[in-house]
């Protein structure tokens, strides 16, 4: 099947810097991903859609200026975690659905902690 | 507002049973479902899927069946397997394959199949 590819997979960060992570589609184009949030025990939070060429659609109550998006090419999304506080430390999954098939695909995860 | 539900946090069962996973949803504009297992730190893999235009589908061990008047789904597992012991999130979409494809996660059951 499909292959998305998320990187790192997992990453500990001071408390005020900021973490970017990347979400690539290794064998199909993409031109839409999409980010989910998952805290402990608790559901995947769909926090944006990613569109290739143009802003990402963020999900009420998701920070804009927070969680930066960029999906400069097809194969390619970015998720950037500005400002990092320890309450951002959770489990970070994006995912893809390639041309015409019936499920996404999903990246193995980033578990981010800031300390 | 919690679109998706899984009342059941986990579940336990003997190897060679059936697993019965629950799912319910609030949206009667959903058209698509789907099932995931997750592993811990691990992104999501697709199990099964079915349209709303259908009330059963079956994949192997795993069958899905929907119920649109109790806006109700199960995932039935038989026989369960110890390597089945996962997460599996039940997901909703509606316009799916069009141009929003959004999933909709549930919480979450938490599935122990004991040897």
């Known amino acids: 099947g499909a292959v998305v590819s998320q990187h790192p997979s997992r990453v500990i960060c001071k408390s005020g810097t900021s973490v970017k992570i990347e979400c690539r589609s290794l064998?199909?184009?993409?031109?839409?991903m999409f980010w989910y949030r998952q805290f402990p025990k608790k559901s995947l939070m769909l926090m944006a859609t990613?569109?290739?060429?143009?802003?990402?659609?963020?999900e009420q109550g998701v920070e804009k200026d927070k969680f930066l998006i960029n999906h400069a090419s097809l194969t390619l999304s970015t998720l950037t975690v500005t400002s990092a506080h320890p309450e951002d430390s959770s489990f970070y999954i994006c995912?893809?659905?390639?041309?015409?098939?019936?499920?996404?695909?999903f990246g193995q995860g980033t578990r981010l902690t800031v300390v | 507002d919690q679109q998706v539900k899984q009342n059941s946090p986990s579940l336990s069962v003997q190897e060679g049973r059936i697993s019965i996973l629950n799912c319910d949803y609030t949206?009667?504009?959903?058209?698509?479902f789907l099932w995931y297992k997750k592993y811990p730190a691990e992104g999501p893999t697709f199990l099964i899927s079915?349209?709303?235009?259908?009330d059963k589908n079956e994949d192997g061990r795993f069958t899905v069946f929907l119920n649109k008047s109790a806006k109700h789904l199960s995932l039935h597992i038989v026989p369960s397997q110890p390597g089945d012991s996962a997460v599996y999130f039940c997901?909703?979409?509606?316009?799916?394959?069009?141009?929003?494809?959004?999933?909709?996660f549930g919480t979450g059951t938490l599935l122990a199949v004991q040897p």
């Open positions: 995912s893809a659905f390639t041309g015409g098939d019936t499920e996404a695909f």
């Open positions: 064998d199909f184009q993409a031109t839409t």
């Open positions: 990613s569109n290739e060429g143009s802003k990402a659609t963020y």
């Open positions: 949206n009667s504009m959903f058209d698509y």
């Open positions: 079915i349209s709303s235009i259908k």
């Open positions: 997901a909703a979409s509606q316009d799916y394959g069009g141009a929003t494809n959004k999933l909709i």
